[in-house]
């Protein structure tokens, strides 16, 4: 069954400093991959998702994650985050089936200004 | 509002006693998925639905749990005999598939946070 992993559980960083949250899923065929996040006290909501085609990824409020193939991460970066990016970032990944989409545990980012 | 709504919002009730969560998926969205959440987790998926008909069950979905869709539009999701480790947030989210899987965006909803003491 597939998996995803995160390695980071909690980041904090200063506001304009870089971020990258790592991301691994366990299944080798084709995947269809995402990045949400939940703003404190909102609902998830979906940041970028990759199926295909070029593996760099931009989505919304300058977030952008690289698909790499051979090293099955899906990694999601900020080139200089906000006090407003504090949130948690949850990767995901459909099953094989196509019919669930399956969730790491998620990093909680702690932006301070 | 048009997006996934859920009711109630919390949910406090003693171990034992049966629980009912509601969720509306947005208008025309065909599938919806129940998940729950654990403090430190990332959402598990339980249930979906393709219109009126649950396709798939997660083990994690005792026999304890069950989840209706009647109509294809609003769903249900009752939990009887209520644990101590029922105590999560469900979340319900829905999407709009017209081309399988791939294109796949998942509304969520607020979430029912459910304390069982």
């Known amino acids: 069954a597939q998996s995803v992993s995160q390695h980071n559980h909690h980041v904090i960083l200063s506001e304009a400093a870089s971020l990258e949250l790592g991301c691994n899923y366990s299944y080798g065929g084709t995947v269809n991959l995402f990045w949400y996040v939940q703003y404190p006290g909102q609902h998830l909501q979906l940041l970028l998702k990759?199926?295909?085609?070029?593996?760099l990824v931009k989505g919304i409020k300058g977030f952008e994650a690289e698909f790499i193939k051979s090293k099955f991460s899906f990694n999601l970066r900020k080139p200089s985050v906000q006090w407003s990016d504090t949130a948690e970032y949850f990767c995901?990944?459909?099953?094989?089936?196509?019919?669930?989409?399956?969730f790491g545990k998620g990093t909680t980012l702690s932006v301070s200004s | 509002d048009t997006g996934v709504s859920q009711n109630p919002r919390h949910k406090i009730t003693k171990r034992g006693q049966n629980v009912t969560f509601r969720c509306d998926p947005i208008?025309?969205?065909?599938?919806l998925y129940w998940y729950r959440q654990t403090l430190g987790q990332g959402p598990e998926f339980l249930t979906y639905f393709q219109n009126e008909a649950q396709l798939e069950k997660s083990r994690l979905l005792s026999d304890r749990f069950s989840a209706e869709r009647p109509k294809g539009s609003f769903s249900t999701l009752e939990i009887q005999r209520t644990e101590q480790g029922d105590s999560a947030m469900y979340l319900c989210a829905s999407s709009l598939t017209n081309r399988g899987p791939s294109n796949e965006k998942l509304f969520f909803g607020s979430g029912t946070q459910l304390s069982v003491l």
């Open positions: 208008s025309e969205h065909n599938r």
């Open positions: 990759y199926f295909s085609g070029d593996p």
């Open positions: 995901a990944v459909f099953n094989q089936a196509g019919t669930a989409l399956i």
